[in-house]
């Protein structure tokens, strides 16, 4: 009854999801998705500012959600595309490619999130002409770096 009663009185405060936030934390999937779009957006352009690759594997993992990890791939990619020059085609390489070998994205996370890339492509080349070819040059140097397998590799669409 105690509990029940600190619980309702928590909820009743202005703010209150903030107050439950620092008693009972937030991590995880609880955070919503807008959120956590928004902070794994954040990451990547903090990676792509810093070249920090062991920060942004603790960040990602600070964010506890392995389950949404595919949402990192295709931010990254989405990157990748949207660029003009080899700096972030590099950096979001070794992103990836160091992340997958920590373990920290797993196998089918990548693939998932690929095949969403793979899905938006003829929307996502609305926006960002050649994106097609781009595309198609990342993820034959995703292969080749050991990053995706040749089924998921194939799949790629083209022009």
């Known amino acids: 009854r105690a509990a029940l009663d600190r619980a309702t009185v928590l909820l009743s405060m202005t703010k209150g999801g903030k107050r439950i936030d620092s008693v009972w934390g ?6 919503s998705v807008k959120h956590l779009v928004k902070e794994i957006d954040m990451l990547l352009k903090e990676y792509l500012l810093s070249g920090d690759v062991l920060e942004a594997e603790r960040c990602l993992q600070e964010l506890e959600v392995p389950h949404f990890h595919h949402e990192l791939v295709y931010e990254a990619i989405v990157l990748v595309l949207e ?19 920590s373990s920290v994205i797993t196998v089918d996370q990548m693939k998932r999130g690929y095949e969403r ?10 926006d960002v002409p050649h994106s097609y070819s781009v595309l198609e040059r990342f993820v034959e140097e995703c292969f ?3 990053i995706i ?3 998921l590799r194939d799949l790629c ?3």
């Open 144 to 146: 080749q770096a050991g």
């Open 26 to 31: 937030s991590g995880g999937g609880q955070q």
């Open 149 to 151: 397998s040749k089924p």
């Open 117 to 126: 890339v793979y899905c938006e492509i003829p929307d996502i080349n609305l």
């Open 157 to 159: 669409p083209s022009r």
């Open 83 to 101: 660029s003009t020059g080899e700096k972030t085609f590099k950096m979001i390489l070794d992103l990836l490619k160091t992340l997958l070998r």
